[in-house]
Each structure stands twice: as structure tokens, then as C-alpha cells.
């Protein structure tokens, strides 16, 4: 009787754990992988809304709707010359956009590194890659807190 008892018991454990375990997958937010879609190399805006804004949200504040499933908070972009001593860092968000930052870009690995999904946009282009860049990059520092 002890033993039947204590084996019930351990399938109840075991059950309990799988059902758990299933609604903290069914819970968790993912981040879905989608192809780059084209856009405007001359419209900071629309590729900021489009590359950018799903987890760093519209207003660059790291609040965008895949927030919640990254590792870390996205940065909140807005914050980045006043964390510069006031002066808003184009070339290091420059080279971090072309060539990542290693494993810590912005703030994890989740962090695309754009200037190859860039040029896959505009092959053989190197000009209007770095117009992309350039242009959303632009964009961002409209974006700075006052």
C-alpha cells in the first residue's frame, strides 16, 4: 500500500511538472525570425518602424511589442547622448549597426547586426548600405531626450 501510494504520488509529481512546463512555454513571449523586408535607403523613419521599432519601440524607448521575449530590455535609444555627456555617439551606433558589438550588443545577443542584412537588401550597393545607416541613424538622434 506504501509503496502504490508513493508511486501515484510520484506521477502526480511528474504530471504536475509537464503541466507546468507546458504553460511556461505557452506563456513565454517568442520573437519571430521574418526575412528582411525592403525599404526606402533615404527614410530613417519608415526602416526605424520597420527594422527597429518591433523592440525598441515606436518612440525608441525599448518598449516595442518583442520587448517582453528578448534576454534584456532593448536600450531605450532615446537615453543614448544624454548617456554621451550630451553628445549623441553616430560613430559608435555607426559601427554597432554595420558590425555588431559582439555577444553584449545592445545589451544581448538578440540584437541583429544590420549592415550585412542591409547589404542583402542592396547588393553590390555599398553606397546606398551606408545611406541606410546613415539616414537611420540620423533618425535616431531626432529621437533624443531634451
Known sequence: MWKTSMMLLGVLVVAAGLCLAQDNTAQ????????????????????????CAPCHGVDGKGNGPAASAMKSQPTDLTQLALKNNGKFPADRINSTLKFGNGPGAHGSADMPVWG???????????????????????????????
Open 116 to 146: 550585412p542584412l542591409f547589404q542583402s537588401l542592396d547588393k553590390f550597393h555599398d553606397t546606398v548600405v551606408q545611406q541606410r545607416i546613415s539616414n537611420l541613424i540620423t533618425y535616431i538622434e531626432t529621437l533624443q531626450a531634451k
Open 28 to 51: 513565454k513571449p517568442v520573437v519571430k525570425s521574418t526575412p528582411i523586408k525592403q525599404t526606402s535607403p533615404v527614410s530613417g523613419k519608415e526602416m526605424f518602424t520597420k527594422y
